[in-house]
């Protein structure tokens, strides 16, 4: 099993440029997330997906939509990015409270 | 709403003494706590968890964590450290919405020295 991956690993956009994440995992479960990591401040929620074909909002969703049409994949869009995006991006499945982390993306806005 | 609080952006400990990363918390109802580490450019591995039972939890790597529901802490600990324990710990709270979500403190940097 690969666990949770992420795609792609670096990325370095323009502002206002639009770029889509990619987290997939392969333990078939219900429950995925989007978090980002801030120097300072920890892991804060963006969004997340019960299940196929629903999201909802976390901590700090503006700027940000996501997309969960198939079970295994939850992909983070950004659609105009702006510099405060400039980030380290984790996505986590879930199975009886415990959450497994993908190995980031490093996304930097100029 | 719930949260969690590290008061120690930094702890260092001399390799072979005992080490202890402090956690508190606040959530409504029975919490759900856990620890991660994080290694350099590395993701978030989880260490243990808290769920219901005995206080006093083990998890992997020789770590192990203590609930104490008064004081409402859920401190991280080890007998005795190793340089390798080197890393970023966070402490998370599970969220009060049942989607499972996590709320992560904003974490302590240990470094064991040798």
């Known amino acids: 099993n690969a666990g949770v991956t992420q795609t792609p690993k670096f990325r370095v956009l323009k502002t206002g440029q639009s770029m889509t994440l990619l987290c997939a995992q392969d333990m078939n479960h219900e429950y995925m997330y989007w978090y980002r990591q801030d120097p300072g401040m920890g892991l804060r929620l963006i969004h997340y997906?019960?299940?196929?074909?629903?999201?909802a909002k976390g901590e700090v969703p503006d700027g940000y939509n996501v997309s969960r049409l198939k079970k295994q994949n939850f992909l983070l869009g950004l659609e105009s990015a702006a510099p405060s995006q400039t980030s380290v991006y984790f996505c986590a499945s879930s199975y009886r409270n415990e959450q497994f982390f993908g190995p980031g993306t490093r996304l930097t806005v100029l | 709403a719930q949260s969690v609080a590290q008061p120690e952006d930094q702890v260092n400990v001399a390799e072979g003494n005992p080490l202890t990363v402090k956690c508190t918390y606040s959530v409504s109802g029975n919490p759900y706590l856990f620890w991660y580490v994080q290694y350099p450019n590395r993701g978030l591995q989880f260490l243990l968890k808290?769920?219901?039972?005995?206080?006093l939890v083990k998890g992997s790597y020789g770590f192990e964590a203590e609930f104490n529901k008064s004081q409402t802490s859920f401190h991280l600990k080890k007998p005795s450290a190793l340089v390798s324990d080197s890393a970023l710990y966070f402490c998370a709270v599970r969220g009060e919405t049942g989607a499972n979500n996590l709320f992560f403190g904003t974490g302590t940097r240990l470094t064991v020295i040798p």
């Open positions: 997906s019960v299940g196929e074909g629903t999201t």
């Open positions: 808290y769920i219901t039972g005995d206080n």
